[in-house]
Every structure is written in structure tokens, then in C-alpha cells.
């Protein structure tokens, strides 16, 4: 059989099936720990989709190869280890170009995929509501397409896809344009779906909002369940869940709260996916308070916090107020680290999702919130400012309208969180910041 063939045999064998050699790559600057840190993730990843991990490879280089990212020593370790160990996947935890997989794979002779290519899987297996898989799919198909020239038979198999090895130039033209005529198609039915989110969340201008952020398998599902009566689904696997659910976080409470769980945030999430969840993360956007759910059991929790406050800036939602909930405090000695944890942030909380006194802690916590920090105004704007008002409705309360007062201005009546109602400062009726 040749080389080409038994790439593909492996394309058509299921994930759980497969067992891979992981490689992490660095530069000289990065340290050996952080690499080894990575893979420890990347495995996790590939245990989400079955995956059996049989051996690892690690090397830091002063600049990464044009060709194979590695050395053609390293590459041909790597060859050796996949013989020895009887592999037929190879995990770069570092973006391969198509041209750097293409080489790699026909050197190697079994399947080569990267961390994005992962990620990419899991969110397709996962993907429940027709929101979720038309994002993944757009996502999927983006990644898919500079890569049409012979690598990743099983990706574009699973996509509904007939691309096969060795077909001429014509045919893989063929496919971009059939993929990039379903990106549009796709495109254009996230963009309904869209609206359609926009008007529910009009119909939920006058509660409240609050949003479950945070490092993927970090417990927000955990809590949003015992918070609520959300029964979403939890899982010790990164990327469980990735559909936004929305509940009443007490029903008694008026104005309403409603509690959002979003997708988890995960360190290199492909651009592409940040892209696509836009509409998701757009519950996000509309929030007055952030729960920032943070995993205290895990070693680099700091970086963890960091990756996700990266995610919130890039979607332009770091100006809305945090709260910091340091979760599965029940994994680690509480004493010395809630200590330095409540000098280092002390508005955070320090809890365990599944003690029961836990949760009405979080419920007090975000009463108190919102009785400190929401004020209400009189704003008035021209009817022609139209992203203004949209924000209004985004962001705010609207209690009251008058479109009668002026004849180019409205009066809106709002009741918001300090911090919006500081960027609308320059609308207020009176001029002045409420104390």
C-alpha cells in the first residue's frame, strides 16, 4: 500500500479509534514548562473526542521552519515514534499552515492535524441548536478550505463533502466554490438567527442580566445549575456544553435577573470561532455583571483568567463590571490561598458549585451588586442617533419613553448600572451624574 493510501485508510477510522503522538512546539524564549503545561491541555482535548494519547514529543526552537515547523531530524524522530508506538494520528499544539500539514503528513505517512483542527471537532460534535451548528459549520468550512488539495479527507467527509485523494486541480476548484457558496448560504442563516435574537432580548429589556464567563470545564454549567433550574449539561470534559441558555435566576426578585451560561473560553481559540460565536457572545455584550468563574484547583488559573479577560476585550465586552467567583475551592488547601486570593481581588468570592451554602452566597452577592450600582436618569437623545438608542435598549431599563417633549429629541427614562449610565453621561437631562 502506499503512502498516500494509508493516509487515507486513517482518515476514515472513528476519533475514538485513533491513538496520536502530541507535539509541542515553542520558541527558545518560551519555557519548558509552559510548553509541557500546553500539552497537559492539548491531551485533555483529545480526551474530549475519545482520543487515546500513546506518546508526546517537545521541542523549542530559535525560529519555527517554513516547511514543517520542525527540524527534519525532529520530523523524522516523530516518524520513528509513530512506527514504534503503532499511531495513526500526529497533534501539533501549534497552528500548521496547509502547506507545513501537507509536508508533515506525506513525511510522516498517517493522519497530522493541530490544535485548531481539534477544537474545531469538538465543537462540531457538541453543537445541539441550529445556532450552534451553523456556527461551527462556518467555522469548520473557513478552516477547511486553503486546505483543499488532498489533506483532511475525513474533515470534508463529515462536512457532506466527496473530496478524494489524487483528483485532479479542476475537481478541488470545484469544492472551494461549492464551500465558500456554503459559507455564504450559512452565513446568511446565522444572520436570521441573529435577528431573531435580538428581538428576545428586546422582550428582556427591563430585567436584568447576568453572564456566566470563564475558562472552558471551569464549573459554570455546575453553577448555572445550582442557580437555577437550567439543567444544562455538565460534564469533566473540556467544552461540554456550548449553547447559551438563559434562566431566571429568582423569580421572586423584581426588577427579574436572568442568569446566562455561555461558551467557555479556551487559550488559541481559533479566530474563526471567536468570529462565528459572535452572536452567542453577544449575550455577553448585553449584560450588567459578569460572573467570571474561575477553576482555583488548577495550577495556571492565572493564566486561565488572563485568556479569558483576552476573549472579553476582543469582543469589546471589558467594560462591563466583573465579579470574580473562584470555584472548586473544596480541591485545595482554602486557608493561605483565600487569603492572598481576597487581597488580590476583595470583591471575589471563593466557593464550591456543589456546597449547598454556596449558592445563596452567589445570589446575595449579586443582589448587593445590583443595589449599589444601579441608578436611574432621564436621558434625552436625537431621534437620529439611532446606535444610542439601540445601546439604550441593549444595556438599559427602559422605564419610560417621551417622544412628544421635543420634536427632534427623545426622553428615555432609565434605570442602568453606574458604568453605563457613565457612558450615556453626556446625554442625561440634567447634566449631571447621579451620586
Known sequence: MSQQQNIAATDFIEWHEKRSINVGVGLTDESQGQIEEDLV???????????????????RRKKYSARSLLGEGKIEEIKNLVAESNANLVVFDHALSPPQLRNIEETLGCQVTDRTGIILEIFHQHAR???????VEIARLEYLLPRMVG?????????????????????????RRRAREKIIKLKRQLNEIKRDRQTQRKSRTKELSVALVGYTNSGKSTLMNRLTDAEVVVADKLFASLDAKVKTLD??????????????????????LVQSFRSTLEEVLSADLLLHVVDISRDNYRAQIETTE?????????HIPVMMIFNKIDKVEEGFLGKVLRQAYPDSLTISALDDKSVPKVKEAINKFFEANLVTVKLAI????????????????????DFETAQNYGIYEVQATKTIVAQLKGYILNGEMPA
Not at 492539548?42 to 482520543?51: D, G, I, K, P, S
Not at 489533506?151 to 470545484?174: D, I, P, Y
Not at 423569580?251 to 474563526?272: A, E
Open 151 to 175: 489533506a483532511w479527507t475525513h474533515f470534508q467527509r463529515q462536512s457532506g463533502g466527496g473530496l478524494n485523494r489524487g483528483m485532479g486541480e479542476k475537481q478541488v476548484e470545484v469544492d
Open 310 to 318: 483576552d476573549v472579553l476585550k476582543s469582543i469589546e465586552a471589558d
Open 382 to 401: 436625537p431621534h437620529t442617533q439611532q446606535d444610542i438608542i439601540s445601546k439604550i435598549y441593549r444595556t438599559c431599563m427602559v422605564l419610560n419613553t
Open 41 to 59: 491541555e492539548l491531551q485533555a482535548l483529545l480526551t474530549t473526542l475519545r482520543v487515546q494519547t500513546v506518546g508526546k514529543v517537545v521541542q
Open 129 to 135: 441548536t441550529s445556532e450552534a451548528k451553523t456556527q
Open 251 to 272: 423569580p421572586r426578585t423584581k426588577p427579574r435577573v436572568l442568569l446566562t451560561d455561555t461558551v467557555g473560553f479556551i487559550r488559541n481559540l481559533p479566530h474563526g
